[in-house]
């Protein structure tokens, strides 16, 4: 829509402090969003996707720093506001959803109460305007008798209305850009279909960019336009969702399709593909690719040299030296851990 | 995110785990600091008889009341100088600190085995068990320690062995909460499902599941019930009704030194720093022990 | 082993749980499970799949003989427990929990872990359970390094199969997998799935498998139960379970699994919003206010079950003269 993107991160890197020395949870993570657009973030655990949401909303533990060339929202640098630009910004224009709502709600409080709250936090209006508004918001996100549920506390609540409460209150203040934290990862698989229809209906309407953090490929297919494949702390592939989920190009993604059980596509009882080993230690030396010791195309190039994330045919960038035709299974037997 | 840590410890050495927890044992500052406090008493304590420059028992009259060496008209043979009855303070002080770390590991062993295994047995087996120890423990918890002990003790005779029972028999119930607390959260632990499903006692799961995961917290209790208890056996003895004179306990110590606490004060703060400083010592270093042997490590 | 008595067989059990709701109010009573009758034969993988919250937990800790059944009784081998040494069951019945960081004590080392069962069931010998336990350790793929290591310094992936190795070292004939993956990550967990598979075929095992993840369920089980509020709504083989489900409420689970294809949408998901608790269930069919499809009697009647050879129904759709002519073109289809 816009000319330029809504959203620019341009190398974020965030470092953690440890008792076992720095530890790089996220290096030089690099994308452009246009407005209206869904960018799903997709990793195992580990991968550096929730502190890349995090780094992105400034909200890091007190032992992380976090570097970037430019950070920008809606034409706004993070990096140079001030705290109180910057927390006023971070509820009227941009908001998070977590996992697990419960821990998102204070229990001691009603649903309407803290609601009512989170309004007039930003907004200079009544308390009764301010009810008003939740009750509609409420039934925005499909919570029928919704006046009811406002005397309600978030325990008396199942797992999916809390989290369409969480929606609601987010949208209360209207933001542009959302970013979800695997807000329906604690869901059974019904509600999150649910909730997915929800906040990606809710996307449209009111033209949200979204930045939605998950480790479902499933998922990912549904909602994104773009995927970003994270891997130990980089993007290892990026694309649109379409693209990178059909001709997959970095060995890590291949693996990964190939891991899930497909109902319909996998053969029942047969073997699923495997990705062998385990995710690298983040600290300390990074030199080479992050997955050299997992994949299976291994060569001695990969070890030493650093990695870019290469530009590929129709904006499909991916972390690997080599395309998928050159890829040659055992090249060198470094790497092949059980 | 939680995960991050798991996969870079494959492929350690085996002697690893060791030498990584020795390292993180030297570099607790409380632990260091506790521990070298605690090792400065205890050899002082341990080593009273060969160390101390005087009989802590012998008095002498014509030296009675010399002040400690850095003040004036104090000297080298008395080095924390004399008491009202010319004994030497600093032989009495290594002399009582035998008494006062005696008295606090007695105690807390007694009352950290009755409370422990009450406290694992409430935890674990809940219900009926549950409610009557708790019962107990409300009841314990009513009683006001230090009088029932001055009662006790006055009905049936100061003695060590009496001090270190009643306390024993007193202290025990931060045993048996924190006990109850900590199994509370593991019986439901599937480790705890899955020993059961192999057909282990409830004695067995008790002993080899439950304890070892007890045990970190249960230290941290000890240290704190150690320092309680000579703290209040300290007390007794100020008030009379605790180990008898002339045994060198620091409470007599401070009780026969607050008759002159005005004129000469040291006679009071010697023996109440050595107090102070044993039971800091003993907290710091249960607060390190208890970060230390968790399996998480610190933080 | 030739015997053709079910392995497992479930005869109306039921377990309910008592909620303290206030010191002068009078104990609530949670039905977690109702009335569930099942057999499990030798060689079966069987899947319970359902919501949490649907005593999907609850009957596979009462199979696992560490929870009481209320009422009903659980048979192995075609007895019941009071008629066999106590100890043949904790032989024949392992498990492997979701968990694997509070499935495995963080005290102890990875081979006294692996071994426990063993020293449990009298073999006092140490060089004959260091053997047994390094060849176990060995065979679910933990290289002999980790012998003495301890859990926290372990991958989620190496715990799982420790506790995959501890639940195999007594030989069991039957294995109940409580969400044996869904703490893992995709790469890891097609290598469990991959464990489990090989173990089946190596020991000879059968699973009873809990899980939330149908793909998961597809890939592995052979047959398949479906719960919803402490009951079986409907039980088939998975083959049919997957082609044809029948019951609304298993329409809808299957519907929403989202495979990664972006051809396809968010599935709509027919389902109300509301969610009743297991405290309070409504009366009638339990699904019938979340249900698209509920005719006048659902609220009034629990639904009979309806048996059709190895298929299992509880839906008033099907049932005998109350369902209309759309439902029963499609129930004869069966």
């Keep these: 829509m816009a000319s330029s993107p809504y959203v620019i991160v341009d190398e974020l890197t965030i470092d953690i402090r440890t008792a076992n020395g720095v530890l790089h949870a996220v290096s030089n993570v690099s994308f452009e969003l246009p407005q209206g657009e869904v960018l799903c973030i997709v990793g195992e655990s580990g991968s550096g996707k929730s502190m890349t949401a995090l780094g992105l909303m400034g909200l890091l533990p007190g032992m992380a720093t976090r570097k970037a060339k430019r950070l920008v929202v809606e034409g706004r640098n993070l990096l140079a506001m001030s705290p109180l630009e910057k927390s006023d910004f971070l509820g009227n224009r941009m908001a998070m959803i977590f996992q697990e709502p419960m821990t998102s709600l204070n229990p001691c409080f009603t649903i309407g109460n803290q609601m009512v709250e989170t309004i007039r ?51 209360m203040c209207e933001p542009k850009l959302i970013i979800a934290d695997e807000p329906t990862t604690a869901l059974d698989v019904t509600v999150q279909a649910q909730i997915l229809q929800l906040l990606s209906a809710l996307q449209r309407e009111l033209g949200l960019t979204m930045i939605f953090i998950t480790h479902d490929l499933g998922v990912v297919s549904r909602i994104a336009d773009r995927v970003a494949v994270m891997y130990a702390g980089q993007f290892v592939e990026y694309g649109a969702t379409r693209e990178v989920l059909k001709s997959a190009q970095h060995p890590y993604t291949r693996g990964l399709l190939k891991c899930l059980p497909v109902p319909g596509r996998s053969a029942r009882g047969a073997h699923l593909g495997t990705i062998p080993g385990s995710v690298p230690s983040l600290t300390g030396d990074m030199s080479g690719c992050g997955f050299a010791n997992r994949c299976e195309y291994v060569a001695p190039d990969c070890l030493t040299s650093t990695v870019p994330l290469a530009d590929r045919e129709n904006e499909h960038r991916v972390r690997c030296l080599f395309r998928p035709e050159e890829l040659i299974s055992g090249r060198t037997a470094a790497g092949a851990t059980p | 995110m939680t995960d991050q840590t798991a996969g870079s410890n494959r492929g350690a050495p085996r002697t ?104 694992l047995a409430a935890g674990y087996f809940g219900g009926r068990v549950d409610a009557v120890i708790m019962f107990i423990v409300t009841v314990k918890l009513s009683i006001p320690t230090i009088l029932v002990a001055l009662a006790v003790v006055q009905l049936v005779g100061g003695s060590l062995q009496i001090v270190i029972l009643v306390l024993g028999l007193l202290l025990w119930h931060q045993f048996a909460v924190v006990a109850r607390a900590v199994t509370m959260q593991i019986r439901d632990m599937d480790y705890i499902t899955s020993a059961r499903m192999v057909g282990c006692s409830s004695l067995r799961i008790l002993a080899t599941e439950v304890l070892p995961n007890v045990l970190n917290q249960i230290i941290v209790v000890l240290t704190l019930t150690m320092a309680s208890a000579i703290v209040i056996e300290a007390s007794l003895s100020f008030l009379g009704v605790g180990v008898q004179p002339p045994l060198p306990s620091w409470g007599i110590m401070i009780a026969e030194g607050k008759e002159h606490i005005f004129f000469r004060p040291w006679l009071v703060m010697i023996p109440g720093f050595a107090l102070l400083f044993l039971v800091l010592s003993i907290n710091l270093l249960g607060d390190g022990l208890r970060d230390i042997t968790s399996p998480q490590g610190r933080g | ?99 694997p960081y509070s499935s495995l004590n963080p005290r102890k080392t990875i081979s006294s872990i692996i071994s426990l069962p063993l020293r449990i069931h009298g073999v006092r010998d140490s060089a004959s359970v260091r053997r047994e336990t390094l060849k176990i350790m ?197």
């Design chain 3, 1 to 99: 082993m030739t015997s053709s008595r079910p392995l497992l067989e479930l005869r109306d059990v039921s377990r309910d749980f008592y909620i303290k709701t206030g010191i002068f109010s009078p104990n609530k009573i949670l039905r977690a499970v109702r009335s569930v009758s099942m057999t499990i034969e030798r060689g079966d993988v069987l899947a319970i799949v359902g919501e949490s919250g649907c005593g999907k937990t609850t009957l596979a800790r009462m199979l696992m003989n560490v929870l009481e059944p209320t009422s009903g009784e659980i048979l192995y081998d075609g007895r019941p427990d009071n008629e066999r040494p106590p100890e043949e069951r904790s032989r024949k019945l392992q498990a492997i929990f979701q968990d």
């Design chain 1, 121 to 171: 936090r930003h907004r200079n209006i009544s308390a009764r305007d301010a009810l008003t508004q939740a009750s509609k918001w409420l039934e925005k996100v499909g919570i029928p008798s919704s006046a009811g549920r406002l005397d309600q506390y978030p325990h008396q609540l199942s797992g999916g209305l809390r989290q369409r409460v969480m929606i609601a209150m987010m949208l």
């Design chain 2, 16 to 119: 690893w785990w060791g030498v990584f927890s020795r390292s993180k044992f030297l570099s607790h500052r409380g632990v260091v600091f506790g521990g070298t406090m605690l090792v400065i008493v205890l050899a002082a304590a341990l080593l009273a008889p060969v160390l101390a420059p005087h009989d802590p028992y012998q008095q002498a009259l014509l030296n009675r009341l010399k002040p400690p060496f850095w003040m004036e008209g104090g000297s080298w043979t008395y080095p924390l100088g004399t008491d009202h009855l010319g004994r030497d303070y600093l032989s009495r002080l290594m002399f009582g600190a035998q008494i006062s770390i005696l008295i606090g590991l007695a105690t807390a062993i007694i009352s950290g085995v009755l409370g422990t295994s009450m406290g």
């Design chain 3, 138 to 334: 060995d065979k679910v793929g933990l290289p002999a390094r980790l012998y003495d290591n301890y859990p926290n310094q372990l991958s989620g992936g190496q715990r799982q199969r420790v506790a995959i190795a501890r639940a195999l070292i007594l030989k069991p004939e039957i294995v109940i997998c409580d969400e044996p993956t869904s703490a893992l990550d995709v790469s890891v967990q097609s290598q469990i799935l991959n464990l489990l598979m090989d173990m089946r075929q190596e020991f000879n095992l059968t699973y009873v498998l809990i899980s939330h993840n149908l793909g998961v369920v597809e890939h592995l089980a052979n047959k398949v139960a479906v719960m919803y509020l402490g009951r079986i709504v409907e039980m088939a083989d998975c083959e049919t379970l997957f082609a044809d489900p029948l019951h609304p409420y298993t329409q809808a689970l299957l519907a929403s699994i989202m495979t990664p294809d972006p051809d396809l949408g968010i599935p709509v998901v027919e389902l109300g919003v509301a969610f009743p608790s297991a405290l309070n269930p409504p009366d009638g069919c339990a699904f019938h206010p979340r249900c698209s499809k509920r005719i006048p009697i659902c609220n009034l009647k629990q639904p009979d079950i309806i048996l059709e050879g190895e298929r299992k129904l509880e839906c008033h759709l099907f049932g005998n003269g109350q369902c209309d002519e759309g439902t029963r073109s499609k129930s004869s289809s069966v």
